[in-house]
């Protein structure tokens, strides 16, 4: 059982490149979510999709797009690659209401991203 | 969703117990109180949630208040591992059970 399994672990984008962040859950999860998280700052809510073909706006989603074609992948899409874009992404998921014991959300080890 | 107000900052020496408070003022009928942690740079991890009863766990225990504006995560016999920033978070179990992350508590266990 992987959990959540996010590639690639580091990158380094050019300004104006694009990329595709992928994330896998093979825990059968309802819920994924991407986050992002500043240098010394809480996480902040980019996208989250309760379901394949479902997917909705979190806090921060301007430079961002995602899809949700299966269960298990949750891609977040960077289109044009901005320096305030340089981040560490994490991908969740959560088993929504799945029967109790609930384990909370489990996150992924994280993409360090760098754009110069 | 209800915001929360936590400490930056805490210390306790290795083996006491760590209690780190949380308000949580504007909490509404329908949200759990979530305790997550982050060590280092890894992903976030989750401890241990609660609605309005005390709650343990293997990992830790939450104290709430009786009328739900506050709350205390307890780790009875703190450890060097349990260095890492503590979030405390309100949430509905409804919808899409989106978790709101402040800056939370980070909290330097001291041998």
């Known amino acids: 059982n992987a959990g959540v399994t996010q590639t690639p672990k580091f990158r380094i984008l050019k300004i104006g490149q694009s990329m595709t962040l992928q994330c896998t859950q093979d825990?059968?999860?309802?819920?994924m979510y991407w986050y992002r998280q500043d240098p010394g700052m809480g996480l902040k809510l980019i996208y989250y999709?309760?379901?394949?073909?479902?997917?909705d706006k979190g806090e921060v989603p301007n430079g961002y797009n995602v899809s949700r074609s299966t269960t298990e992948d949750f891609p977040l899409r960077l289109e044009l690659a901005a320096p305030s874009q340089t981040s560490v992404y994490f991908c969740?998921?959560?088993?929504?209401?799945?029967?109790?014991?609930?384990?909370?959300?489990?996150f992924g080890s994280g993409t360090r991203l760098t754009v110069v | 969703d209800a915001k929360t107000t936590q400490p930056p900052s805490m210390d306790c020496a290795e083996g006491r117990a760590a209690n780190l408070p949380c308000n949580h003022s504007?909490?509404?009928?329908?949200?759990?109180v979530y305790w997550y942690r982050q060590i280092h740079s890894q992903g976030p991890q989750y401890i241990i949630h609660?609605?309005?009863n005390n709650e343990t766990n293997e990992m830790a225990s939450l104290i709430i208040t009786e009328d739900r504006k506050s709350s205390t995560l307890i780790l009875p016999h703190a450890t060097l591992r349990d260095t890492a920033v503590y979030y405390c978070?309100?949430?509905?179990?409804?919808?899409?059970?989106?978790?709101?992350f402040g800056q939370g508590t980070r909290l330097t266990i001291n041998p």
């Open positions: 969740a998921s959560n088993p929504s209401n799945s029967p109790l014991p609930f384990y909370g959300y489990t």
């Open positions: 825990m059968n999860h309802n819920y």
């Open positions: 999709s309760v379901g394949a073909g479902i997917t």
């Open positions: 504007t909490i509404s009928g329908n949200e759990y």
């Open positions: 609660g609605l309005k």
């Open positions: 978070i309100v949430s509905s179990i409804q919808g899409a059970q989106k978790l709101v």
